[in-house]
């Protein structure tokens, strides 16, 4: 397989640099200094590090017996919900936050939907001693109070973003404009694989260390690699950081899970590859949800982590070459699978990760195979998160 | 030579800058947008940039952000923006350049685009989040007979290497972004622009015009001090949001004073 994306920020014919031009420059300067940065074995070691020492990997891999057993397939799961702050987003904010302390940069932004990204980014702004200002939906402020409260505990200052429905897509809008009147001190922490070049590809670069890792203790517990890796999908930094390092494994099935929120035919989704068309938005060229006359549509899903009408240029150009395959649950499904993995294995999973064990238990009662199959789940982030939503979901 | 070139020309000889008007098509409805824009070809801009309304407007400020949500929600959308400036061609010969995001022009198709942008009449495209190296996705559809250009930007964080390419390749005119941050109000640093601007021209002989927080009489009489343009958006844009009855009446004085102003 060709090394993607190529200089221009392609993966085939997505992804790209599209912005305005004052943040041209800037972003090749984000460039230049990630590309010296990746060869530079030093940084690669404060990386580790840090990821050891303070997030506390690597996460296990876990076999899920009594779920295995109830699905009929082997389920094991890569337990990103165990990283400090709960989800894999750290493992972005710690290589981002190195590259912006080395660009010289004082000031971090970031985006955030559910809550996560901000908090991680948070989390190492706190951590590196920078400033941290992080753009919020007002309507995902009301939703997602604690990670709120989180965030201003370690010092960031959140700004409400009241544009558009006030949700992930209008927050990332607001980080944009904001960026480009103040890049010579900022640095911007994208949240996912998607953005302008070279997001795409360094979010991906700092998110492979999950699919490295589950690899090796796979192979360690079981003696071969799995028969399918299964992730969520919103932007898809979780499910790049977990497929990347099985791209070559061919006989190794990649199932990405996309939100299908109340149903793709009612609309109310936010399955940008199973119910989009190629666009162009915040900075990338990808699959967007959008209406006849290219403006951008509202996604919706249970999920707020899942809640993006884009998704990351990568996944559309794996969906593309046909070497993953792409999926949709819907919050119905989600929110049966989050109460199954409460109840067989004592975790609470994020609605986001929820998704991923939904299709698994899906294709596990597949019988049409000869044998039993293994999964490789990413577990990307625990649920404490959710309580609230699933209690008012359930009537609890 | 184009309509553009053409323009530029008459103005430099009559020793003033050109006003370049941005109006957002549709806002706040087609019928009472269209009034707006033939009263401000009529009370004498040299050049039209007419939005068309995108649902993220990324480098926008709360200005245009708001007539872009007004006119996406009246029905406006980039077809029915190109067949405005085919009614106005009707009337009106100042060149009109599309100002877009790209995803409109993307979903319709680039071919399609240019095609029916130059059967209406329109002299060029500014797609705001469409990088000069990446031009071709558009210009590669437009017949070599025709006059049709692609506007490129300057910023204040373009770094030099970059602005020469810039400047290279200019077609019809340069954008030169007065400040940091999004288009509206906003402090400029004229003794910053005005060095700017002169380094430029060793680069280049286009015409160079001066835009994002453009927006007093102050401002038009020293920009165009130093630019062959002065792109006004933001404060035209407020007029009509202020009062959309009286707004083709209270643009057309805005561009009359702003007339005023330009003489060198």
């Known amino acids: 397989m060709t090394l993607l994306p190529d200089n221009n920020g392609f993966f085939g014919e997505f992804g790209g640099t599209y912005v305005g031009e004052t943040l041209m420059s800037p972003l090749n300067e984000v460039k230049t200094a990630a590309e010296q940065a990746l060869q530079d074995p030093s940084f690669w070691q404060d990386y580790r590090n840090l990821l050891k020492d303070y997030t506390g990997r690597p996460s296990p891999v876990y076999f899920a017996e009594r779920l295995s057993e109830f699905a009929g397939a082997g389920i094991y799961l890569k337990r990103e919900d165990l990283n400090h702050t709960g989800s894999h ?13 080395r660009m010289g940069k004082t000031c971090l932004i970031a985006e955030t939907g559910a809550g996560q990204h901000g908090v991680a980014a948070a989390t190492v702004a706190a951590l590196f001693g920078l400033r941290c200002k992080v753009f919020m939906g007002k309507e995902d402020i009301r939703r997602q109070q604690p990670n709120v409260v989180r965030m201003k505990l370690l010092g960031a200052k959140v700004e409400s973003v009241d544009s558009g429905t006030g949700t992930l897509k209008d927050a990332m809008n607001e980080a944009l404009r904001y960026w480009s009147s103040v890049t010579a001190d900022t640095f911007y922490v994208v949240g996912t694989v998607a953005g302008p070049h070279p ?7 700092f998110q492979k260390i999950i699919g490295e890792e589950a690899r090796q203790q796979i192979l360690e517990q079981t003696g071969q690699l799995p028969d399918s890796v299964v992730a969520a999908v919103g932007g898809g930094s979780n499910a790049m950081g977990i497929f990347y390092a099985f791209l070559n494994d061919t006989h190794v099935e990649l199932i990405g899970v996309e939100a299908a929120g109340k149903g793709l ?4 989704h936010a399955a940008s590859l199973n119910g989009g068309r190629l666009g162009v938005l915040h900075g990338t060229k990808s699959m967007l949800l959008q209406d006849e006359h290219g403006q951008i549509r509202e996604a919706y899903s249970i999920s707020a982590g899942l809640d993006y009408p884009g998704i990351g240029p990568e996944h559309a150009y794996l969906h593309q070459t046909k070497r993953a395959r792409y999926e949709t649950v819907t919050d119905d499904e989600a929110v049966s699978a ?24 899906k294709e596990a009662a597949d019988r049409s195979a000869d044998k039993e199959k293994t999964f490789l789940v990413c577990l990307s982030g625990r649920g404490d998160k959710d309580i609230q939503h699933i209690c008012d979901t359930l009537n609890l | 030579m184009s309509n553009l070139s053409e323009t530029f020309q008459r103005v430099r000889s009559g020793q003033r800058a050109a006003l370049i008007g941005y109006l957002t098509a549709g806002d706040p409805d087609a019928e009472t947008s269209y009034r707006i824009l033939d009263a401000a070809c009529s009370a004498g801009l040299d050049i039209l940039e007419l939005g068309i309304p995108f649902s993220d407007p990324t480098a926008d400020g709360p200005v245009i952000q708001r007539a872009s949500k007004r006119a996406i929600a009246s029905g406006m959308t980039l077809a029915k923006g190109l067949e405005m400036v085919q009614r106005l061609r009707q009337k009106h010969s100042l060149p009109v350049i599309i100002f877009s995001y790209y995803n409109p022009i993307l979903s319709m198709g680039a071919e399609t685009f240019v095609r029916r942008a130059l059967a209406a009449g329109a002299d060029g495209v500014l797609a705001v989040d469409l990088p000069s190296e990446n031009a071709a996705e558009i210009m590669s559809c437009v017949p070599q007979s025709s006059a049709f250009s692609f506007i490129r930007l300057i910023a204040p964080t373009t770094d030099s290497q970059r602005r020469k390419i810039i400047l290279s390749k200019a077609d019809g005119f340069v954008y030169i972004v007065s400040r940091h941050g999004v288009t509206g109000g906003g402090s400029i640093d004229w003794p910053v622009l005005a060095k700017d601007l002169e380094a430029m021209r060793q680069d280049t002989s286009a015409p160079l015009a001066v835009g994002f927080g453009v927006s007093t009489e102050d401002d038009v009489q020293r920009a165009s001090s130093i630019a062959d343009g002065v792109i006004i958006g933001s404060a035209f844009q407020k007029l009509v949001e202020a009062d959309p009855a009286a707004a083709a009446e209270n643009v057309a004085a805005l561009i009359q004073t702003f007339r005023q102003r330009l003489k060198k």
Not at chain 1, 265 to 268: F, I, R, S, V, W
Not at chain 1, 344 to 357: K, N, Q, R
């Open chain 1, 89 to 101: 987003k750290i493992n972005n904010t710690i290589g981002q936050a190195l590259l912006a302390k």
């Open chain 1, 199 to 205: 997001y795409p590809y360094i979010v991906r670069e």
């Open chain 1, 265 to 268: 035919a009612t609309g109310e």
């Open chain 1, 338 to 361: 989050f109460q199954m993995l409460c109840r067989y294995e004592g975790i609470l999973p994020a609605l986001e990760s929820s998704h991923a064990l939904a299709q698994t238990i």
